[in-house]
């Protein structure tokens, strides 16, 4: 990242303050353009589909609902704690759209690709919590199948593809912003 001689320098002192650049937040840990909240909330939401895909492995071959449970409320924990972490960052710490101009792709693919995300950011918000509510309200303790499970099958296969969704369109539109 390009810097002037004054960036990320504590006032008053000649040292660099550490991973701070000026009005631009915390410096992110991979190495490119990105803050520190966009890079743990990248990671976090690529380390989700793993789980996921260990949740419904869970469910569907070893029918172990308990497990299943734990596992959903879980990454429904971490996409909470995603979402807050990334309106803290772009909301009070860091400019993102800052560190976005020096893309080629800004503003119009950087933008464009923003939209496209968000649709399926909040569509997954949305379906999440409402399987998830759904789930813990309709089914028995311990959890077990009953006449919510195909409805609730079929919602949370479209739940799942969104956040599989949500997961590739933040990764383009962080390779668009702050890589390329």
């Given at each position: 990242?390009?810097?002037?001689?004054?960036?990320?320098?504590?006032?008053?002192?000649?040292?660099?303050?550490?991973?701070?650049?000026?009005?631009?937040?915390i410096d992110g840990f991979l190495g490119?353009?990105?803050?520190?909240?966009?890079?743990?909330?990248?990671?976090?939401?690529?380390?989700?589909?793993?789980?996921?895909?260990?949740?419904?492995?869970?469910?569907?071959?070893?029918?172990?609902?308990?497990?299943?449970?734990?596992?959903?409320?879980?990454?429904?924990?971490?996409?909470?704690?995603?979402?807050?972490?990334?309106?803290?960052?772009?909301?009070?710490?860091?400019?993102?759209?800052?560190?976005?101009?020096?893309?080629?792709?800004?503003?119009?693919?950087?933008?464009?690709?923003?939209?496209?995300?968000?649709?399926?950011?909040?569509?997954?918000?949305?379906?999440?919590?409402?399987?998830?509510?759904?789930?813990?309200?309709?089914?028995?303790?311990?959890?077990?199948?009953?006449?919510?499970?195909?409805?609730?099958?079929?919602?949370?296969?479209?739940?799942?593809?969104?956040?599989?969704?949500?997961?590739?369109?933040?990764?383009?539109?962080?390779?668009?912003?702050?890589?390329?």
């Open positions: 990242m390009n810097r002037s001689a004054t960036d990320g320098v504590i006032a008053g002192t000649e040292a660099p303050a550490p991973f701070m650049t000026s009005a631009n937040g490119t353009r990105a803050s520190f909240g966009m890079d743990l909330v990248l990671v976090g939401l690529l380390a989700v589909l793993p789980v996921l895909a260990w949740s419904v492995h869970v469910v569907r071959k070893k029918r172990d609902f308990a497990t299943h449970k734990r596992l959903q409320l879980l990454i429904a924990g971490l996409l909470l704690a995603a979402i807050v972490i990334f309106e803290i960052d772009v909301r009070l710490i860091s400019d993102w759209k800052m560190r976005a101009r020096p893309s080629p792709w800004w503003p119009t693919g950087v933008l464009t690709a923003l939209g496209v995300h968000l649709v399926f950011a909040i569509s997954t918000l949305v379906l999440w919590v409402w399987v998830v509510w759904e789930a813990l309200i309709r089914f028995s303790v311990p959890p077990h199948p009953g006449t919510h499970g195909p409805r609730h099958r079929v919602m949370a296969r479209i739940a799942a593809l969104d956040l599989v969704l949500t997961a590739c369109t933040g990764s383009l539109f962080y390779w668009l912003a702050f890589v390329a």
